[in-house]
Structures are given as structure tokens and as C-alpha cells.
């Protein structure tokens, strides 16, 4: 990490430590982007773990810290309604989507809409389609991994983490292949503001998305005419409670089903590289035995947590803590925060492999909203470190990767690697 970044984050620590209490506020991009915002939480989960902030770019919220705090308001879908949306959002891009419409999807729904909705698309990722999933996903990697330059620095955003859940999620939505770049595009477009990411202004934005429902409107009509088949538009277009689905709500569960099979994995798989090099003695457990792949992978999206945070809204009066959370108000639940708490994960600043409980992380969420394609996010990681282990002894970071400009993705814009050598 150079100087600048050290003296930046040193620098953030001492101001968020000298603030009062109330002045604290999580929902600074700029410090996700710098790796900069953990003292945040720190001071949250010690001193205010229920904490109220009225900014001026969001808006007022409450942020729960805690790992049972989250837990408690993540299991209560009567208290804490998904309806209004699932991320903290601008006042300014709330403001635009009252102009556009809003788009709502089936994790923005509570029941019983939510679980009907869930219930159509939910066979892709059975167990039963993982195993043919399985091979594919393999054949994949293999290819993208035989293709890497050895000696030569590159991205592994680029070339790998995208290109393999690009792959995978165009699958998913049987959409042609040679196409498959639009989806991650796609879901940079969603989920960064303009400014950041490949959009300059709301109304490029805006064009760029009825594009993509439009390419999907496409492919609607084709399979609703058709017989039924396994892909999500298919499922969709057939299944009794979307079949009549508004173009709005289509376009809502697009974007749900393209940035949760995008991000998740994909910012996983650059944070498992980014982890192993800076824990090296755990890259070495790893090389001792591969068979700690899959508790490395439950680490690391522990450690990661790719979505920093999920966002309900009081239907009612609620108390939590001693404070009263009111009808109406939005609650954060910060993920990236509960799966720092040392009450329910032992050592949790510590990246470990070979944990006891691996699995034992929020990253995926709670109760009926909990993330439904999380053991293909697995699958995939296991098996791009199957193969990975198969070709290179090491990959090494080249320089400090570029992070996501949100308070909602915590991902990785690029990640310099040089693969020294093959096996």
C-alpha cells in the first residue's frame, strides 16, 4: 500500500475517532472506496449500535451494527418491509426514481408476492441444476485460466472475475455468450451513481437500462411463445405469478437477478486473490492443502462481504436498544459491520481458513430475503480455486487494487496480478 493511502486512512481513523457519537456517519462512499470507513464500525458496535444519521446526501436513517441486532430486524419481514426498497439510496436518485418510476423486483416485496415471485425462479439454482451447472463452470474457468499471460502484469477484475460470473449468469438467463460483457455492464450501470462507473449523467443512465430491458423485452417474447424452458426468462415468462408481470416489475427483477448473480461472485473472487497475498501465511495453509478450498471460499465472503449492507423500512413502531425506531423510518443493516462483531464471530479482523465455523457469516442475509442463488456463489469460487491451484503455484498482487466508489458494493474496479509461472 503506498505512503498516501497509509497516511489518508491513518488520518480517517484519528477524525472519525475525535468525532461525538452522533456525528458518526457510515454512509461515505469515498471511505469505502479508500478501505478507509472500518473505524466506523468500530466506534458503532462499541458505543451506539442502533445509530440515528440525518445526512445530507441520504437522508435520515437508522444503521444497526450489531450481529444479533441484524439478525433480529433481518428475520422480522412484518416490522421491517423490503417495499421500498433494499440499498440506502441518494436523496438525489430517489428523487429520480419518482420521475422514472420505480422497479420494483421480488427481494423489494414482502409476502406473499415475495415468496411466489422467488418460488418461479428458485429451480435454477436447486441442486439439481448446480450439478449440471457444475462441469460447465469448470470447462470455463479452465479456458479462462489457460488464457492468462504468465510474466506479464494484468487485471484480474477483466479477466477473470468478470469474464467466469458473466459466463455463468448469461447461462442462467440463456443470453447469447458472445454478448455476455453486457451483464456485467449492465450491473456497473445499476449499481454506481453517475459520476462513477460507465456513466456520466442520470439520463445516460436512463438510456443505457431501457436498453437492457428492452434487449430483454426481446427475449421475453421469444420464450413466453415458446415451450417452457430452464433459463429465468423462460421461468419468468411461464411461471403463474410473473407470467403477467408489468414491464416495470420485469425490469426490477432483471436488475435483482443480474447484480446478485454479478457481484457477489465476482467481487469474491478478485477479494480471495486480494486476501490470500495479503495473509500469506494463509496462501500457504492453502498450497499445503487444497482441500480448504471451500472453507477459504466461506472466509472469504465472510471477509469480503460484497454487499456491505441490505435497507428495510419500519411499518411500524419499533424499539431496539432502548431507542424507538418509527413507522416510516429506513433501517440499515450493515452487513460488512456484523461480520466484524468479536460477540458472534471469534477474531473476526483475523482472515482465517481454516475457521471452525466458516459459514457462520451474514454476507448472504437472514430470514426470507436471504440471498437465493448463495451456493452457486460457491460453487463458483470453489471451483475457479480448484482450477487455479491445478495451474499456478502463485498469483501475485502487482500494486493495490481500485475499489468501488458505493456505500452498497464493496467490490473491486480493477486488481494488478502478475502470475509468475505455471505449474
Same mark, same amino acid.
Given at each position: ?14 477524525q472519525?475517532? /475525535?468525532?461525538p457519537i452522533a456525528?458518526v456517519?457510515?454512509?461515505q462512499?469515498r471511505?469505502?472506496?479508500?478501505d478507509?470507513?472500518?473505524? +466506523?464500525f ?7 449500535p442502533?445509530?440515528?444519521?440525518d *445526512?445530507?446526501?441520504y437522508g435520515p436513517?437508522?444503521?444497526i451494527?450489531?450481529w444479533?441486532?441484524i439478525?433480529?430486524?433481518? *428475520? ?5 418491509s ?7 439510496s441518494t ?8 420521475k422514472r418510476g420505480?422497479r420494483?423486483s421480488f +427481494? %423489494?416485496m414482502?409476502?406473499p408476492?415475495h415468496d411466489?415471485q422467488?418460488?418461479?425462479?428458485s429451480p435454477?439454482?436447486a441442486?439439481s441444476n448446480?450439478q449440471v451447472?457444475?462441469?460447465l463452470?469448470r470447462?470455463?474457468? /479452465?479456458?479462462?485460466?489457460? %488464457? ?6 494484468f ?6 472475475s468478470?469474464?467466469l #460470473?458473466a459466463?455463468t449468469?448469461a447461462?442462467l438467463?440463456?443470453f ?7 451483464l456485467?455492464?449492465?450491473s456497473?450501470?445499476?449499481t454506481?451513481?453517475?459520476?462513477h462507473?460507465?456513466?456520466e449523467s442520470?439520463?445516460q443512465?436512463r438510456e443505457v437500462l431501457d436498453?437492457m430491458?428492452?434487449r430483454f423485452?426481446?427475449l421475453w ?10 433459463d429465468? +426468462?423462460?421461468m419468468l415468462?411461464h411461471g403463474? %405469478?410473473t407470467?403477467?408481470m408489468?414491464?416495470?416489475e420485469?425490469?426490477g427483477?432483471?436488475g435483482?437477478?443480474?447484480? /446478485? ?7 469474491t +473472487?478478485?477479494?480471495?486473490?486480494y486476501?490470500?497475498n495479503?495473509?500469506?501465511g494463509e ?9 480448504l478450498?471451500?472453507?477459504?471460499? %466461506?472466509?472469504t465472503?465472510?471477509w469480503?462481504t460484497?454487499?456491505?449492507h ?5 411499518t ?15 433501517v ?7 461480520n ?5 464471530v471469534?477474531d473476526p479482523e483475523?482472515y482465517?481458513?481454516?475457521?471452525e465455523r ?5 454476507s ?8 437465493v ?12 480455486w480448484e482450477?487455479?491451484m491445478k ?6 498482487l502487482?500494486?493495490?487494487p #481500485?475499489?468501488?466508489h458505493?456505500i ?8 494488478p496480478?502478475?502470475?509468475p509461472?505455471r505449474?
Amino acid at each position: 500500500m503506498h505512503d498516501g493511502m497509509v497516511d489518508f486512512k491513518a488520518e480517517t481513523r484519528a477524525q472519525i475517532m /475525535g468525532l461525538p457519537i452522533a456525528e458518526v456517519d457510515p454512509a461515505q462512499p469515498r471511505l469505502f472506496a479508500a478501505d478507509a470507513f472500518w473505524p +466506523i464500525f468500530e466506534r458503532l458496535r462499541a458505543e451506539d449500535p442502533v445509530h440515528f444519521t440525518d *445526512s445530507a446526501t441520504y437522508g435520515p436513517f437508522w444503521s444497526i451494527a450489531l450481529w444479533d441486532d441484524i439478525m433480529a430486524v433481518d *428475520s422480522n419481514h412484518q416490522v421491517f418491509s423490503s417495499a421500498d426498497g433494499i440499498a440506502l439510496s441518494t436523496l438525489e436518485a430517489k428523487a429520480e426514481n419518482e420521475k422514472r418510476g420505480t422497479r420494483p423486483s421480488f +427481494i %423489494s416485496m414482502d409476502p406473499p408476492r415475495h415468496d411466489e415471485q422467488r418460488k418461479t425462479v428458485s429451480p435454477v439454482v436447486a441442486p439439481s441444476n448446480l450439478q449440471v451447472m457444475g462441469p460447465l463452470i469448470r470447462e470455463r474457468a /479452465g479456458k479462462i485460466l489457460d %488464457s492468462l499471460p504468465i510474466g506479464v502484469e494484468f487485471d484480474w477484475v477483466e479477466h477473470v472475475s468478470k469474464d467466469l #460470473t458473466a459466463m455463468t449468469l448469461a447461462t442462467l438467463f440463456d443470453f447469447p455468450q458472445e454478448d455476455r460483457g453486457l451483464l456485467p455492464y449492465w450491473s456497473d450501470v445499476m449499481t454506481n451513481s453517475p459520476g462513477h462507473g460507465p456513466v456520466e449523467s442520470w439520463e445516460q443512465k436512463r438510456e443505457v437500462l431501457d436498453q437492457m430491458v428492452g434487449r430483454f423485452v426481446g427475449l421475453w417474447n421469444e420464450r413466453v411463445n415458446a415451450p417452457p424452458g430452464g433459463d429465468l +426468462i423462460s421461468m419468468l415468462a411461464h411461471g403463474q %405469478s410473473t407470467r403477467n408481470m408489468e414491464r416495470a416489475e420485469y425490469a426490477g427483477n432483471l436488475g435483482l437477478l443480474i447484480i /446478485g448473480g454479478n457481484d457477489t461472485t465476482r467481487n469474491t +473472487i478478485s477479494g480471495s486473490v486480494y486476501a490470500l497475498n495479503k495473509h500469506p501465511g494463509e496462501y500457504a495453509k492453502l498450497k499445503a492443502d487444497p482441500s480448504l478450498i471451500p472453507s477459504m471460499v %466461506s472466509e472469504t465472503i465472510r471477509w469480503q462481504t460484497p454487499l456491505t449492507h441490505m435497507m428495510r423500512t419500519a411499518t411500524q413502531d419499533f424499539e431496539l436498544r432502548g431507542k424507538t425506531i418509527r413507522k416510516g423510518d429506513r433501517v440499515v443493516m450493515w452487513y460488512v459491520s456484523g461480520n466484524r462483531d468479536a460477540s458472534a464471530v471469534h477474531d473476526p479482523e483475523t482472515y482465517c481458513i481454516d475457521r471452525e465455523r466458516p459459514r457462520h457469516h451474514m454476507s448472504f442475509g437472514f430470514g426470507i430475503h436471504r440471498c437465493v442463488g448463495n451456493r452457486l456463489a460457491e460453487l463458483q469460487l470453489t471451483i475457479i480455486w480448484e482450477e487455479i491451484m491445478k495451474r499456478f503455484p502463485t498469483i501475485e498482487l502487482a500494486g493495490e487494487p #481500485t475499489r468501488t466508489h458505493s456505500i452498497f458494493i464493496k467490490g473491486y474496479e480493477t486488481l494488478p496480478v502478475v502470475i509468475p509461472t505455471r505449474t
